[in-house]
């Protein structure tokens, strides 16, 4: 059977499940090792960097990862997902090293792109706690991994996602109410009647939030959503695009406070397009949500690599790793720490890795909000990009 797909440009699951969705050279090896009757036992270790240095990632992708060693006869401990790490192993394979080559391309894909989605979506969470934060960068990436964007973002603690078919993968319903295309359709000057029809055509549970930077000024269009829909307008969003935007905290500003005029306080004001933490800071004290795409959508993976640690029961490393099996710990003053399994952790710490396989099996559930739940406490503990 080969990877091709009829339609699109996707390596299904199939290819990745029977470890094809792999690098050319982890084929040569497992060649290789049958060829020399050579498969000794080893334990791997996925890891970032070696050492702690004060910058803080936080881990997801451990389900798709589970997913991927479950059936293979080899034991894994992991970090749970959801938590913040800074050096030392995520991850931990025991077993025979051809029982597993060939997965390492698709298994360091998985928890890269996911931590690197996740760890963007926690410094959003971060920098506006207070407010409601929606990933809509789905546009920004392939089709094939808005899923993964959108559960990695939830699991960094935004509030919620714009992409459908993710939300039918994840189990959740997405959000989101209007684009400018909406408005365009029923031209300059009727902004009116395409906030009228939205609000006749979408059921009562979707929220009415009007988009207020198609055609004019912010305040004008707001004011004017406000006299078309009255008690029925939930909230408005604005997406002034970067080339008119001018001091886009002064316009939030101006617009709530003729909202508040009104007699309009519980209109909530939304702001969308080009965000990141620094604009969520910034803005976080005038606006009730924010829609971040690109800043996460469009993260840096984190640089895991997968390192043998010992074969056949010998420490050994690469140069510039470290050899032997290692532990990782968290102490009561959110220190993280690496040091050799076996040895004496530092006093009060808690060591971080958890069974994820054994003997084949899957031992862990997955729950995105528990993870969610428990990056939140994480990035407490650690201090994690605190400002
Ligand atoms: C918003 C905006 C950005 C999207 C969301 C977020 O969409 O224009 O493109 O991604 P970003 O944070 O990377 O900018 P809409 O207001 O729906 O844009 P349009 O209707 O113009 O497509």
Redesign the pocket.
């Known amino acids: 059977m080969t990877a091709t797909s009829r339609d699109f440009d996707i390596v299904g699951s199939d290819a990745i499940r029977e470890a094809r969705a792999t690098d050319a050279y982890f084929e040569r090896t497992v060649e290789t090792l049958r060829h020399a009757g050579r498969n000794p036992h080893v334990v791997a270790e996925v890891t970032a960097d070696q050492f702690p240095d004060g910058e803080f990632e936080l881990l997801a992708g451990v389900k798709d990862a589970a997913a991927l060693l479950a059936g293979h006869d080899v034991d894994v401990d992991a970090l749970p997902e959801g938590t913040a790490f800074d050096g030392g192993p995520v991850l931990r394979i025991e077993g025979t090293y051809l029982e597993f080559a060939a997965l390492e391309t698709s298994l360091l894909g998985f928890l890269s792109h996911a931590s690197g989605v996740a760890t963007a979506a926690l410094e959003c969470r971060r920098a506006a706690p207070d407010a409601s934060v929606l990933s ?2 789905a ?2 990436v392939h089709p094939s991994v808005a899923a993964m964007v959108e559960r990695s973002a939830l699991v960094g603690g935004l509030d919620g996602f ?1 992409h459908v078919a993710a939300g039918e993968v994840i189990g959740r319903e997405a959000s ?1 109410t ?4 909406l408005v365009l359709c029923f031209g300059r000057g009727n902004q009116e009647a395409a906030w009228r029809a939205f609000d006749e055509a979408v059921p009562e549970g979707v929220p009415r939030i009007a ?1 207020c930077d198609t055609f004019s000024d912010e305040k004008d269009e707001v004011i004017r959503a406000v006299e078309t829909l009255g008690d029925r307008l939930d909230g408005v ?1 604005l ?1 002034t ?1 970067g080339s008119r935007r001018g001091d886009f905290r002064h316009i939030v500003r101006e617009v709530r406070w003729e909202l508040d005029a009104r007699g309009e306080g519980d209109v909530d004001v939304f702001l ?5 933490p620094a604009d969520l800071r910034r803005l976080r004290d005038v606006a009730d949500g924010f ?5 996460v ?2 993260a840096d993976p984190v640089d895991f690599a997968l390192d043998i640690v010992e074969v056949d029961g010998d420490p050994v490393a690469k140069r510039g790793k470290l050899s032997g099996v290692k532990e990782v710990y968290r102490t009561p003053d959110g220190g993280h720490h690496v040091g050799l399994r076996g040895h004496d952790g530092p006093e009060d710490g808690e060591a971080l890795l958890e069974p994820l396989i054994r003997d084949g099996e899957v031992v862990r559930e997955f729950d995105v909000d528990a993870a969610a739940e428990r990056a939140r406490a994480e990035a407490e503990s650690v201090g994690f990009r605190a400002e």
């Not at 829609?291 to 800043?295: K, T």
Request: charged residues 10%; proline residues 4%.
């Open positions: 809509f960068g546009r920004h714009s989101g209007m684009p400018h295309a988009l969003r997406d695009t969308s397009g080009g965000l990141g829609g971040v795409g690109g800043y959508s469009n």
